[in-house]
């Protein structure tokens, strides 16, 4: 029987989620906790690979057992063996020929920085500082272009093992409170670092850039565009699948 679980974690400590021979990965430790809990090699799969470092508030995954454990319950048995930065969430019964990786419609991600003179240590491990404040309508502006469907080459990291570049935004939203800022993404997929670049170009940007985006779409050109940003200002918010997967939350 194949199961749904949602998955949130503190990514700091570990080398991104799919599982590596000799490193620490999300991947790696729910897979140990399943063998604990079924007495069998168990192997769970993400809605999403995350690099070293970005976090996740929502990642959905799944696994196939059996087991006579409630779908329910799953979430405390995983919760009992695993480390404190990485919980399960909620687990349920997942829908007929449900795969986490296939079935997604649409992911969303929220890169967080902050402007300040100095580090600010309870914002740090999960935003990045810039030195410059920026100008968030330049943003706003620029990330009007970055909506709709394009090819994203230019946006894409080098050893992509992506078939084909083009991709959907269908919405980049900026919000700023107290000096921290967020640039939430939407859209049917992303390629290597594809977030990261766009949140270093907006940053770029709304600190004085001139606006290179529209040029890097025709271009395909990486090197058009601003840097990534680093990995800590990420997180993986949430993967939408057009179905209920869990009691108390709906996939619309």
């Given at each position: ?5 949602l998955v949130?974690?503190?990514?700091t400590?570990?080398?991104?989620f799919?599982?590596q021979k ?18 069998a ?17 929502g ?5 196939d057992?059996?087991?006579?454990i409630?779908?329910?319950k ?8 695993l ?8 687990s ?9 990786t ?5 992911k969303?991600y ?5 402007f300040a003179?100095?580090?600010l ?6 935003a990045?500082r810039?030195k410059?404040k920026p ?12 909506e709709?469907?394009?090819?994203f080459?230019?946006f894409?990291a ?13 919405s ?27 949140a ?20 395909g050109?990486?090197k ?17 699948y ?11």
């Amino acid at each position: 029987m194949r199961y749904v679980l949602l998955v949130s974690y503190d990514g700091t400590h570990f080398c991104g989620f799919q599982k590596q021979k000799k490193e620490r990965t999300v991947q790696s430790e729910l897979e140990r906790a399943a063998f604990e809990i079924f007495g069998a090699e168990t192997k769970v799969a993400g809605s999403g690979r995350t690099d070293a470092g970005v976090h996740a508030e929502g990642q959905v995954c799944h696994l196939d057992a059996e087991t006579n454990i409630p779908a329910e319950k799953l979430r405390e048995c995983f919760n009992r063996i695993l480390p404190p930065d990485l919980r399960v969430l909620k687990s349920a019964a997942a829908p007929e020929g449900f795969d986490c990786t296939r079935s997604a419609k649409r992911k969303t991600y929220c890169y967080s920085f902050y402007f300040a003179e100095s580090e600010l240590p309870l914002l740090e491990r999960y935003a990045v500082r810039i030195k410059e404040k920026p100008d968030l309508e330049r943003m706003q502006r620029a990330a009007v272009l970055i909506e709709g469907e394009h090819d994203f080459k230019a946006f894409c990291a080098s050893g992509s093992s992506a078939k084909t570049s083009v991709r959907t935004v269908y919405s980049v939203r900026l919000t700023e409170r107290g000096g921290l800022y967020e640039i939430r993404i939407t859209g049917n997929g992303f390629l290597y670092n594809m977030v990261r670049i766009i949140a270093g170009e907006l940053i770029a940007v709304g600190c004085g850039k001139e606006e290179a985006i529209t040029a890097a779409f025709e271009s395909g050109e990486r090197k058009a565009l601003a840097k990534t940003m680093p990995a800590k200002g990420l997180r993986l918010v949430e993967a939408e699948y057009g179905v209920k997967l869990f009691e108390t939350a709906s996939e619309e």
